[in-house]
């Protein structure tokens, strides 16, 4: 049985059904508790579990994910959120040095599972400092995994699923998807991390889109189903570890391919699916270049349309498959 | 290790009653507390022969005259209880119970180390002793304190953390986030901060305006102490005050133990920060020679004693090597072990 949810709902019955599971799952970060949680993700839970197990902290980032990995790595299963993603940047000492690594400096000898969640993504006229999309970063650091939920349903099943898996994830929002209704099983259904999903089937182009990008990407598969163009939408899900399989049989079977992602593009994670596919059995069937459409290599404006024009629309992604697809360019 | 028996003292009391001169402590545990600080001297100095000789590769910070504040300090503990340690780490690790063969296994990247030759000199772990690892990040260790702290508290766990680190990472901005939470969530963590006089060549004259490290806890509304961390059992009673305050559900505390590294801060250090005459007066004030004299003062240990506690930990020490050195390398096949679970 599913309903309709909306995301950030989701994420919420994935925190609670966790906690009422396990009691070593624990919520806790900036004004997750009285205040619900900047975008109101965490609101009641609170009341619901109680100030030891649902903790609002100092802003303190650097302890905070200390406090994740050392519990952790001592038998607790924390969930850490960091308000805006861009915050996280006060983290990466622990994150990178301490959580990614710890495991393998000891031989081994500790798990750490923990999951931090954070809402990334520009689109709030938040400007440069609270509207970032950091994966990445992450993607490039061993021992840890990302994840990056589209739907509500993903949402809920791949934060159960993170919370199970015993390695740090870290677990990216977006900010624009929070308020987005889909439907949503009932129940404690985790969906296992790195298990890359088919959104839409198409035999025109194949579209490999993260996080709100495969929304703007069914949406610009809809516009151009009127055209006669079928877009083939892929959604990696899980960044790290990356299940490649279905995105390069994907593009095995529409000979095209369009990357999209918000995060800029220099650096960023369409260049290594790219290459995957290049690299790949898939490399033979391409008809046209691999193209990538990213954020712009630039801070996010205030502006509203500024901000608009740095991170790809839907008539972007219209725009850059219909030329795939018709001009093979 | 903590017998449990005494009764508690508190830092205040600089000056013990000369009934409580030992901090209760039995003349067995002393002897074993000197073998321990003898043991941890023994394989720091067979560790840089075997660096000198090519056999261990890499780096290492030797931490040779501060045994007194690692020993002193874990004495404190209970085997249940954990700790997190630093660069400087080899001294923690062998008082909580660390294996000589297992560490000396670890330095020759062996497979038989602590971290299966993947960590060396600066990322030792005895998980089963609760030795959480030493940590190549100044301050690093600081912040997983405070979690292993809401791990104990949440399953209300009978047990402490002790976190040791240096002059140079009480400069770092993670201390004060750590030592913050600690305080508002009451956390069983004791803050052991080994004063060893330079962050590598800064000193803590340049880098601090204060005179105590300990000063600083007053920020966070918890107790600090200083202590002499050359002094054995200055170092254990205030240790003891503090584990037995964070056991009791009371907070954290922060100890500084004012030491002094005999070596260079690692193999590179050609020591231009510092003169001659001041290593050779803290030499003078080796915390293992002024135990043995305390304990000799009181009729607990005589010349001959001592000189065969010191022939049984070269023993061990020789047999450690001995094990390192006929341990297997690891396999590179199994390289990528360990980088996820």
């Not at chain 1, 299940?243 to 095209?256: A, F, L, M, W, Y």
């Not at chain 2, 830092?11 to 013990?16: K, L, R, T, V, W």
């Not at chain 2, 510092?274 to 240990?301: C, F, N, S, Y």
């Amino acid at each position: 049985m599913s309903r309709e949810l909306t995301y950030a709902q989701a994420i919420r019955e994935a925190i609670a059904l966790a906690m009422e599971r396990d009691e070593r799952v624990f919520l806790f970060g900036e004004d997750v508790g009285i205040y619900g949680g900047a975008f109101g993700v965490t609101d009641g839970l609170l009341d619901r579990f109680g100030p030891e197990r649902v903790r609002d902290t100092p802003i303190s980032e650097a302890v905070l994910a200390g406090v994740a990995t050392g519990a952790a790595m001592t038998g607790m299963r924390p969930i850490l959120e960091i308000q805006f993603m861009d915050f996280i940047t006060l983290s990466m000492e622990q994150l990178v040095l301490q959580a990614a690594k710890l495991r393998f400096m000891l031989g081994g000898k500790v798990n750490i599972p923990f999951v931090l969640r954070t809402p990334a993504g520009a689109g709030t006229g938040a400007a440069a400092q609270h509207s970032e999309s950091l994966e990445n970063w992450f993607v490039h650091v061993p021992g840890i995994k990302v994840v990056m939920p589209s739907t509500p349903a993903d949402a809920k099943g791949l934060l159960l699923g993170a919370i199970e898996d015993p390695n740090p994830v870290i677990f990216v929002e977006h900010k624009l998807l929070y308020r987005t209704k889909g439907p949503v099983p009932e129940g404690y259904t985790p969906i296992p991390l790195s298990q890359t999903e088919v959104k839409r089937e198409g035999g025109d182009l194949t579209v490999v889109a993260t996080s709100l990008m495969v929304a703007r990407a069914l949406e610009a598969a809809e516009t151009l189903a009127q055209e006669g163009i079928q877009l083939e939408v892929v959604d990696p899900r899980t960044l790290k570890p990356l299940d490649e399989q279905p995105i390069i049989d994907s593009v095995k079977k529409t000979g095209r391919v369009l990357i999209v992602h918000e995060a800029c593009k220099t650096g960023g994670y369409g260049g290594e699916l790219a290459a995957i596919i290049a690299g790949s059995e898939a490399f033979d069937y391409l008809d046209a270049p691999i193209r990538r459409l990213a954020g712009l290599d630039m801070p996010v404006p205030y502006n509203r349309e500024l901000e608009r024009r740095m991170v790809p629309q839907v008539e972007d992604i219209v725009d850059a498959a219909r030329k795939l697809v018709r001009e093979g360019i | 290790m903590d017998d449990q028996t005494e009764k508690t003292s508190s830092p205040e009391q600089a000056q013990a009653p000369p009934s409580d001169e030992f901090a209760g402590l039995s003349p067995d545990s002393l002897r074993e507390a000197l073998r321990r600080m003898l043991l941890i001297r023994a394989f720091e100095e067979t560790a840089e022969q075997l660096y000198f000789q090519g056999l261990i590769h890499g780096t290492m910070h030797l931490s040779i005259g501060q045994e007194g504040s690692a020993v002193g300090s874990i004495w404190a503990l209970r085997p249940e209880d954990y700790i997190l340690s630093t660069h400087r780490g080899h001294g923690h690790s062998i008082a909580k119970g660390a294996k000589p063969s297992l560490m000396m296994a670890e330095f020759l990247a062996k497979e038989t180390g602590y971290c299966r030759g993947r960590g060396g000199s600066m990322h030792i772990a005895d998980v089963e002793t609760g030795n959480l690892g030493a940590n190549g990040i100044v301050g690093g260790g600081i912040p997983l304190a405070a979690g292993v702290g809401v791990s104990i508290q949440m399953q209300k766990l009978d047990r402490v953390v002790m976190v040791f680190f240096g002059d140079g990472a009480a400069n770092e901005g993670a201390f004060h986030e750590s030592l913050n939470l600690a305080s508002i969530w009451d956390l069983p963590v004791v803050y052991l901060c080994e004063n060893n006089q330079y962050a590598m060549s800064m000193s803590v004259r340049r880098s601090m305006n204060i005179e105590d490290i300990s000063q600083r806890a007053c920020a966070y509304g918890i107790p600090g102490v200083s202590v002499d961390g050359n002094d054995f059992l200055a170092v254990y009673r205030a240790a003891k005050e503090a584990v037995d305050r964070a056991r009791r559900g009371e907070g954290p505390t922060l100890i500084e133990a004012k030491t002094y590294r005999w070596k260079g801060h690692s193999r590179s250090d050609k020591q231009r920060y510092r003169t001659k005459e001041e290593v050779q007066e803290w030499q003078a004030r080796d915390p293992i020679r002024r135990l043995a004299e305390r304990m000799m003062a009181q009729g607990w240990l005589d010349e001959a004693a001592f000189q065969a506690l010191q022939a049984d930990v070269d023993r061990e020490i020789q047999e450690a090597v001995r094990f390192a050195q006929e341990s297997p390398e690891p396999d590179p096949a199994t390289i990528l072990e360990g980088v996820y679970a």
